[in-house]
């Protein structure tokens, strides 16, 4: 068993198409920039749309999962799966879109 992962937990439910939550998606580095980075901040960063983002709080904590509920797309989380409360939220790995 692992110890010490951090997960999202919905606080409502959600519904196909809602947006559970929204981020900050402007905090962006070039490659140049990104190379510089300690091993610690890389693994808050993401590449979208060909410039690595800086990914806040909550969505650095979502986990993948082969089979999630949601999406996400640059500035933007989204359920494809009815979410009740309490239950983790995941993202689909194939289908999340910078």
């Known amino acids: ?7 999202v937990f919905a606080l409502s439910d959600f519904m196909p198409g809602e947006i559970i939550f929204s981020w900050d998606a402007s905090n962006t ?11 610690e901040q890389k693994a808050f960063v993401r590449r979208f749309d060909d410039v690595w983002t800086f990914m806040t709080e909550p969505v ?10 949601a999406l996400s797309r640059r500035g ?8 009740h409360a309490g239950e983790e939220i995941t993202i689909n790995f194939d289908a999340s879109l910078g």
């Not at 068993?1 to 997960?7: E, N, P, S, Y």
């Not at 580095?29 to 091993?39: A, I, M, N, P, Q």
């Not at 979502?62 to 509920?69: E, L, S, Y």
């Not at 933007?76 to 979410?83: G, L, N, P, R, T």
Request: proline share 0%; net charge neutral.
């Open 29 to 39: 580095f070039t490659d140049e920039e990104y190379g510089r980075l300690s091993s």
């Open 60 to 69: 650095c904590f979502v986990r993948h999962a082969q089979n999630g509920d």
């Open 1 to 7: 068993m692992k110890t010490g992962l951090r997960a």
């Open 76 to 83: 933007a989380v989204i359920a494809v799966k009815e979410i």
